[in-house]
């Protein structure tokens, strides 16, 4: 599949935006119009960089109000298609999107429009170019993508072709079926974008929402299939309008972007999986595989980086952890209970939060502690490796011994290590012996039953790129999206899930930092949720091992009387120990809260039937950590 | 007017609420039960601390889905009742807010609904309290105010009464001319919010984008008018869910808002003014009057505030201005070309875009410059800034000697100093003779024939409330905002004009500053933009003097020729002058910008009839403003 991407969706300069698209790995780019007129760099010579980078120039746009045309306007519509032409030379590309007209003074006469699409189409011959016509969703008189195409049959030249856009499309509610009868000669280029589903005008949904593949609600693998059913093999090509790329880094959203078609081809192709066991669409066009890789099976490990190792080591103590080892070759612990490992390395470097901090520089309330990384059981971790990186993941570089497990690590966007590992027979992952663990560490105290959820916080800039990593490279699912008001903005939460929900890991989007120093910070803390089935015992050893607990308000617990009915003697225990209650229509929730530790804090739940995350609870949490923030400031 | 705020509308602790509410000036306050929760401070002692802030607590708020149920859940609605009674009580409130119920298994029978409103009210009484029942616009069953309204009719229980919200009766698109006819005594509660008009599911519209009166789309005026007909005296409130809100800072949000109540109550008393001469609507409800101000008649002076002295005389000197003089006693000088003054103040301490960074500290690249004040001729400079204080703005505090004239300045919400002067007949404002400028200074050389438009950046979290103050204390009016898309993302762009369009303010949004450091900068600054009736001549003599010109790519000058047909001379001529050039339905434009000085550059127009901003040419100086930005950090 020859990939493409429009440069309208990266930020920066053209020159910038070329660069990206490469070093991404994209096969071409579309060129924007005004991405060109802003530039100092002449047509001639983005022709030569491109090809220096090795992209093709796949498409030129747009060619605005040119067709359904009175004649005299219709006259400087050619004058502009000769001029427009003679520029695409100098730039080597031959295909130019003509879009329908949305002025209100476009002309609704299709038998004229097919005649003037043949006119423009004789012009672009004697330049050697190709007319790409597009039905914007918008478009006063053709609006739908089977119109459009008609209109090209209609004008029955060669140099006139349709151009699929799967946003104008599926934005309307179409069906994309009509595609694969479409003759794939007469198909001249193909764009993609998803979209979240909105109740929005449709202009406006398509100039600021638009997604790449995968990170919103549209089929796009449905129509991508009709596409490859209909044999085009043309450039499939992203154009995504979105106010986050444009202010996101550039080279991030290439990588993002490629992701997002790498992953729909592969999709697409398992689609077809049955059709091209008979040559039929194989022979026709080529689709990529990824390598195979299952959902996580389970936790691995957490590790948790910290610059106050002291502070950490306390907190896990508290929750009932007992020391597992030291790393043979690391500055590295593991602390363990029950089934759950959590790693605590030492920064001695800066950190994923704030890159640029010396970690040294910070008083103990501002102490560096947090989720550096995330361990999985995968059935193959090579394989699953390996899909990460075709995705365009980073691999992590981490050093290795002779006689050590190799890790198999990757950077999630948001800067989490992911690592992939396997379960064995006896419940003991293999790298835990590197640690001095040499037999099942199973403790008579241990009341911690597992890890519950992990909760990590995302930049608005980069949510969905996040959302699609962990789609696309996990194998995770994801739910939607929650708001949960804090003294400083709403946040954002959406549960990403593994099939059988053993791995559930809440993406949190913090409020906008524009008055805020870091994204996350103590308001905002990442969490790690520790399963019980006794959380009381899990709080009572706690408060006599000296937890400071997060400080419920009691002005709450008079409205869970409210609320819920709760006796008093219930409510008593619940202060005492000072745990929150939450219930749903499945049952009961129990759950306290760690202070916080640099960017992180500790959660351990009891679930009695009960589904959810606590999200009533939270505002009582945001509000306590942000007075504790307050405090310390002043 | 009894003006109240809902504490969901700000941000930050209750404590921090309540403090903001106070010290802008509100009457009181509505409770949301979420705030009180999470609040480790007691019912008592928050009544006791409203009572100390001069603060009533007017509402209690919500109580949700306690009505339209089936006989058990209705029971259950009773108990919780009873537990909300005896919270207020501790409270010192009074009014509780009834929400229509929103669950599918809401209960569609009017009769049983009036019952089970009648039995509230009887619990209601027990403990000393009223309920206000509201239709929640998307409310299962009861929905529109009239519908509410009837049924507290048909309840008939002196403790139960109607709660008017000016976005669930507006939203739907509902008629609010019925409330005139209201019983005032059944009305126990109003609470306003404006909101931009949008296409968009209502409770995402509700939740996310109501913004205070005068900040939207709704005619506020004309349901305030309604509910003084009827003798309503209780408090209008204001419920505002908002994001922006969510995240600014609890004070500025307070005095926005209050600032909005002032104006809406003023522009309702001037709606209704005929109907007060007779005595029937005054004698019921007190409306306060704000000082009559009308709209500024021109500018009177510009003033730039520099760390860069030598700089920005260059600047001025290349553009055609000559120096007026120095002022007697500030180290302030003064520029005079045509009508246009401009004062030139040095920057010894902070500015309004960066507060907390030592100006000596910067480079040259990172000079500050800014538009720092803006100075109009009114009619009554001394009414227009006693209007502005009213409506919550800060004086400027300027010295004054004996004899020098009394400068009437407040602050505009983005920061800038906002000047009230008068002009004279002979067109020489009397403060010019504090700088030694004695008689007309027009010169024959003049070309400029005035300041055609400010351009003034503003952060996101605050443009609304830029909007009601340039629209409440200044008399501008806003037009539909557009976006211009930047290599950083887009900037949105509104017009402030005065009637006459003399005044023209673009305001601009820049995008979020996420992962920049300033909100303004070199990628985004203000501008000043001149007038003159021969731009050529002017950029010829800028050319003589020195003046760096935003240098323009040549695929702007060969796409103008694709988009207007313009001869090769005529863009020749534009080519060589660094000119650019837009026409619309009314005429043509021509213009260019200088390089940018801090946080300013300056750009001279020349219209012929062209109505715009030249907003199609704003991209290619974004981006050259962006390649320089990088090759001074390169």
Redesign the interface.
């Known amino acids: 599949m020859h990939t493409s991407i429009a440069t309208v969706c990266l930020?920066?300069?053209l020159e910038e935006k070329l660069q990206a698209a490469a070093s991404a790995g994209f096969d071409g780019v579309e060129i924007f119009?005004?991405d060109?007129?802003?530039?100092?760099?002449?047509?001639d010579q983005i022709r030569r960089r491109a090809q220096d980078a090795g992209l093709s120039l796949d498409l030129y746009q747009p060619f605005r109000n040119g067709v359904e045309l009175e004649a005299h306007a219709f006259q400087?519509s050619l004058?502009?298609l000769n001029?427009?032409g003679e520029?695409m030379n100098q730039l080597g590309t031959d295909t130019l999107l003509v879009c329908s007209n949305v002025a209100s003074s476009a002309v609704a006469d299709d038998a004229l429009v097919a005649e003037q699409l043949h006119q423009l189409g004789e012009v672009a011959q004697e330049h050697g170019i190709r007319l790409a016509y597009e039905a914007l969703a918008w478009g006063t008189h053709v609006n739908t993508h089977d119109h459009a195409h008609q209109l090209v049959m209609d004008a029955d030249h060669p140099a006139v072709g349709t151009c699929l856009d799967s946003f104008h499309i599926l934005s309307r509610g179409s069906d994309p079926a009509d595609i694969a009868e479409m003759d794939p000669q007469k198909l001249f280029f193909v764009q993609l974008a998803d979209a979240p589903l909105?109740?929005?005008?449709v202009l406006?949904w398509s100039?600021h929402h638009r997604v790449f593949p995968g990170e919103g609600d549209f089929d796009l693998v449905n129509l991508m299939s009709h596409l490859v059913r209909s044999g085009y093999s043309g450039p499939v090509s992203l154009e995504i309008f979105n106010?986050s790329f444009?202010?996101?880094?550039v080279h991030r959203t290439a990588v993002d972007g490629l992701r997002s078609l790498r992953w729909l081809e592969d999709q697409t192709r398992r689609t077809l999986a049955g059709e091209m066991h008979d040559g039929a669409v194989r022979d026709r066009v080529e689709l990529q595989a990824l390598p195979e890789a299952s959902a996580p099976s389970d936790w691995d490990f957490v590790e948790l980086r910290t610059t106050s190792l002291g502070h950490t080591t306390r907190l896990l103590h508290r929750l009932g952890f007992r020391l597992g080892g030291h790393h043979r070759s690391k500055d590295v612990q593991v602390w363990l209970q029950g089934p759950v490992r959590v790693v605590v390395s030492e920064a001695g470097h800066s950190t994923r939060r704030e890159p640029h901090v010396d970690p040294r520089a910070r008083s103990e309330h501002q102490a560096v502690a947090e989720v550096s990384g995330l361990g999985f059981h995968v059935e193959d971790p090579a394989a699953a490796f390996a899909r990460a990186v075709e995705l365009g993941s980073t691999p992590v570089p981490r050093e290795q011994l002779p006689g050590e497990v190799t890790l198999h690590g990757v950077y999630a966007p948001d800067g989490t290590e992911i690592f992939f590992g396997t379960g064995c027979a006896d419940g003991l992952p293999e790298w835990l012996s590197e640690f001095g663990v040499e037999e099942d560490p199973l403790g008579a105290g241990d009341l911690i039953t597992g890890i519950d959820h992990v909760n990590v916080a995302q930049?608005?800039?980069h949510y969905d790129e996040d959302v699609l990593f962990y789609t696309s490279a996990l194998g995770l699912t994801s739910t939607p999206a929650q708001?949960v008001?804090g003294?400083?903005?709403?946040v954002r939460s959406q549960v990403m899930c593994s099939p059988d929900q053993t791995i559930q890991l809440p993406l949190n989007l913090a409020?906008?930092?524009?008055?805020q120093g870091s994204?996350v910070g103590v308001a905002y803390p990442e969490h790690i949720a520790l399963a019980s089935t006794d959380v009381r015992e899990v709080a009572r050893r706690a408060h006599r091992r000296g937890l400071k607990f997060l400080?419920i308000?009691?002005?709450?617990y008079?409205?869970l009387?409210?609320?819920f009915?709760l006796d008093a003697q219930t409510v008593d225990e619940l202060r005492e120990l000072n745990l929150l209650y939450d219930r749903d229509d499945h049952g009961d929730f129990l759950h306290f809260y760690t202070r916080t530790l640099g960017d992180v804090f500790m959660e351990v739940v009891e679930r009695r039937g009960y589904t959810g995350f606590g999200a009533e609870d939270a505002?009582?949490r945001?509000?306590?950590q942000?007075?504790l923030q307050?405090s310390h400031q002043g």
Request: proline fraction near 11%; glycine fraction near 4%.
């Open positions: 930020s920066g300069t119009t005004q060109l007129v802003v530039s100092p760099t002449s047509p400087d004058r502009r001029r427009t520029l909105m109740h929005l005008d406006s100039r106010d444009r202010q996101a880094d930049k608005w800039q708001e008001p003294p400083s903005g709403l409020p906008t930092a524009a008055e994204f400080g308000p009691e002005n709450y008079q409205d009387i409210t609320r009915d505002p009582v945001l509000a306590a942000y007075r307050q």
